[in-house]
Each structure stands twice: as C-alpha cells, then as structure tokens.
T-cell receptor
Framework: DAGVTQSPTHLIKTRGQQVTLRCSPK?????VSWYQQALGQGPQFIFQYYEEEERQRGNFPDRFSGHQYPNYSSELNVNALLLGDSALYLC????????????FGPGTRLTVL | DAKTTQPNSMESNEEEPVHLPCNHS???????IHWYRQLPSQGPEYVIH???SNVNNRMASLAIAEDRKSSTLILHRATLRDAAVYYCILRVPSGAGSYQLTFGKGTKLSVIP
C-alpha cells in the first residue's frame, strides 16, 4: 500500500500565477482533506472533499479551489498566487465512516517569488 | 474553534518516559482528543485518540483528566525517532456530518542521546 501520495514534491511559482497540486489517497479511502502549513506553524484546514463535492471549508479565500475525481484522487488549485501562499500543502485521506485517524501525505512545498 | 494549549518545546533523555501535557478547558462533551506528531520533513502522523477513558496503543498512552479539561500523551521510552512536533487536537463534529482537525503550534520534542 503506497499510502497517500502527492505531486509535485516542490514547486516554484511567481506572484499572480496559478498552481495545481495533486493527491492520491490511501487505498480504500474516499475522503480527502487539504491543509496549508506555513513555516513554524501547525497545518491549517483548507477544505475537505467527499463524493466529488466540497463538504467543508476552512477560512481560505475563493482563490483556493479543489476537485475530487471518481477514483477519489484530488487536486488543489490556487489562483493569483501571493507571496503569503508559500507553504507546505498537505493532503490527508480517510474513509468517511472512520473517525479515528487521517493519513497524511508528505506534502508539496510551494514557493512563491 | 475549540482550542488547546501546549508547551512550545520539551526535552527528554533517550529511553526515559515523556509526558506531553495539553490543556483544553473549553472542550465539550462530544469532542474527542486526538494526538498527531510530525517528524521532520514529513506529514503529520496519527498517534492516539480518546474521549473520556485512558487509552493505550503500540505507540503511546493517553491519560485524560476526569474533568476532561486536560490530557497527557505518554511515550513510555523515548527514542531518537520520537523527536518530532506533537499536536494535541480536539476533533469537533461539524454540521456536515463529518469533522475537521484544527491544529495548533504543537510541542517540539527533542530527545537527547
């Protein structure tokens, strides 16, 4: 079992550009959540996808959007990048019926110049 | 959001027990207490969770105060591989029938050989 995988590992963009990050959940998992982790901070919840729909959303602007595919993989899109969007973006998955633990991927390090 | 308070950092000697405290004075009756840890350059990893009773698993023990306003994560024998940031989180149910995890800054545990 490969666990949660994310791509790319690192990414460098410039202000105003758009970026797409990808996540493949752990086998058997149908719920995917995205988090943003700034340097020295804990992860902050962006949104959660289940059954191809956004089910919950944290306090992030509309520039952050996502998608979930029928195979449960997910994308995080960020438009009009700001310097403050530089962070580690984490994807986590779980089964919708399981409330015990989420499995996190290694993250994508985004740097905005 | 339900909040937790943890010390910024702690140190432990290798092979000695470690007690990581967490205060959550605003916890409500349906909030579960979760602990995750994040090793350097990795995504967070589930450690343990509980509601009212003390819990044990292969990684750690969780001691929950009788009034549930505080809890302690216990690592019985710290190893160098336990050096990480430990997050105490309240799992709060959402109106969408799901839940989200709200991370704080956590406690950075250093293990001294």
């Amino acid at each position: 079992d490969a666990g949660v995988t994310q791509s790319p590992t690192h990414l460098i963009k410039t202000r105003g550009q758009q970026v797409t990050l990808r996540c493949s959940p752990k086998s058997g998992h149908d719920t995917v959540s995205w988090y943003q982790q700034a340097l020295g901070q804990g992860p902050q919840f962006i949104f959660q996808y289940y059954e191809e729909e956004e089910r919950q959303r944290g306090n992030f602007p509309d520039r952050f959007s996502g998608h979930q595919y029928p195979n449960y993989s997910s994308e995080l899109n960020v438009n009009a990048l700001l310097l403050g969007d530089s962070a580690l973006y984490l994807c986590a998955s779980r089964r919708d019926t399981t409330y015990n633990e989420q499995f996190f991927g290694p993250g994508t390090r985004l740097t905005v110049l | 959001d339900a909040k937790t308070t943890q010390p910024n950092s702690m140190e432990s000697n290798e092979e000695e027990p470690v007690h990581l405290p967490c205060n959550h004075s605003t916890i409500s009756g349906t909030d579960y207490i979760h602990w995750y840890r994040q090793l350097p350059s990795q995504g967070p990893e589930y450690v343990i969770h509980g509601l009212t009773s003390n819990v044990n698993n292969r990684m750690a023990s969780l001691a929950i105060a009788e009034d549930r306003k505080s809890s302690t994560l216990i690592l019985h024998r710290a190893t160098l591989r336990d050096a990480a940031v430990y997050y105490c989180i309240l799992r709060v149910p959402s109106g969408a029938g799901s839940y989200q995890l709200t991370f704080g800054k956590g406690t950075k545990l250093s293990v001294i050989p």
